[in-house]
């Protein structure tokens, strides 16, 4: 009797067009049926250097520009990275800022055959600054805090990407 009410119940959630967003089931968000994919956008090399050795794969091939003979077999994923965020969040009794918020944030969109076929949301990653020491040390910390937050973004996209969501 159990099983039953189990099976009605989930052939209800399917009769009604219920499913999870995103793709899922191993192939992630970039279609089976892509054979070469191209991957273009606004971030700097170091982020996009780090999202092609990541996305490697048996499946497709990375390829650079848009001359690829078979168009029904790739896709462009597109980054788009938002300015980034850096305003003081704390100050001192004179005034002074002695913290900065940071926030490092773009999306993923990928188009087969001139239609997007997959997108995300804004994936963001933030951190904190102390301020201590002159400008040099400033400027520093960061340049390594804003590096972190780009590795952090980078690993976000490509758990994206390979789940699907």
Not at 40 to 69: F, H, K, P, T
Not at 84 to 106: K, N
Not at 108 to 121: A, F, N, R, S
Request: proline share 2%.
């Amino acid at each position: 009797m159990r099983l039953l009410a189990v099976a009605t119940g989930m052939l209800m959630l399917a009769s009604c067009g219920y499913h999870l967003v995103g793709h899922g089931g191993g192939t992630g968000a970039i279609p089976a049926d892509v054979h070469t994919l191209t991957v273009s956008g606004n971030a700097d090399a170091s982020v996009m250097s780090a999202l092609r050795q990541r996305l490697g794969s048996d499946q497709y091939q990375l390829v650079e520009g848009m001359a690829v003979a078979d168009q029904a077999h790739h896709a462009l994923l597109h980054i788009t990275i938002a300015p980034l965020v850096f305003v003081p969040s704390a100050y001192d009794a004179t005034g002074i800022a002695t913290q900065f918020h940071m926030i490092f944030s773009g999306s993923l969109m990928i188009e087969q055959d001139g239609k997007t076929v997959w997108q995300t949301g804004t994936i963001s990653r933030d951190g904190d600054l102390f301020v201590s020491g002159g400008p040099a040390s400033i400027d520093a910390s960061r340049s390594r805090l804003l590096s972190d937050l780009q590795k952090q973004w980078v690993s976000d996209a490509i758990g994206r990407i390979r789940s699907g969501f």
